[in-house]
């Protein structure tokens, strides 16, 4: 059973950078066929999908958070990362980390993990 832990500083002032880990356990995140994203939900919105690192190490980001938004992993430590620059107040939101697995045979699998808050105020 794959798990996705989410940590991250809770409250960032504005213009400042966020950096949050995605800690996996029970998986590997270059296991073929799996990728890894970052969601977030603002208050009183709806999911906002914000980007993907796939196992072979490949990103992409929204085009309208991509000029502020950087995914990477760390394979030694199986955990992905999200950097965004520039925080404003209403990138307030809980980030999710969700995995999204094919396995062998074709069934598919999906994971989140709890969500971390991540408030940008002054």
């Known amino acids: 059973q794959v798990q996705l832990q989410e940590s991250g500083p809770g409250l960032v002032k504005p213009s400042q950078a966020l950096s949050l880990t995605c800690t996996v356990s029970?998986?590997?995140?270059?296991?073929?066929?799996?990728?890894w994203s970052w969601i977030r939900q603002p208050p009183g919105k709806g999911l906002e999908w914000m980007g993907v690192?796939?196992?072979?190490?490949?990103?992409y980001c929204s085009p309208s958070l991509k000029s502020r938004t950087s995914i990477s992993r760390d394979n030694a430590k199986n955990t992905v990362y999200l950097q965004m620059n520039s925080l404003k107040p209403e990138d307030t939101a809980v980030y999710y980390c969700y995995a999204y697995i094919t396995l062998v045979g074709g069934a598919q699998r999906n994971y989140w993990g709890q969500g971390t808050q991540v408030t940008v105020s002054s």
């Open positions: 029970g998986g590997s995140i270059t296991t073929r066929d799996a990728a």
């Open positions: 690192i796939r196992y072979d190490g490949s990103t």
